[in-house]
């Protein structure tokens, strides 16, 4: 079955140097394109699950919020 939370070829044509970078940058360690690539593929097959479950949490309670002060506008409106 294919991963849900597999990265296209713009984001990973956009990510893969980013990586690169942070890797040589933070940790001294050198990886190809194709490295950085492959492990780009494996953090969102891990992990992506978790940020986007956590992200839908963060939009619903911005929504929630946003419907509170709604409810309430309308409930001074109604007064």
């Keep these: 079955m294919a991963n849900p939370?597999?990265?296209?070829e713009s984001q990973l044509q956009?990510?893969?140097?980013?990586l690169q970078r942070y890797m040589a940058d933070q940790l001294g360690v050198e990886v190809g394109g194709f490295e950085a690539r492959f492990l780009l593929d494996f953090l969102a097959?891990?992990?992506?699950?978790?940020?986007y479950n956590k992200a839908l949490q963060d939009a619903q309670a911005a929504l929630a919020t946003r419907m509170e002060s709604l409810q309430a506008a309308i409930?001074?409106?109604?007064?």
């Design 75 to 79: 409930w001074e409106l109604e007064q």
């Design 5 to 8: 939370y597999q990265l296209g």
């Design 14 to 18: 956009q990510l893969a140097p980013r």
């Design 45 to 51: 097959a891990e992990l992506g699950r978790e940020i």
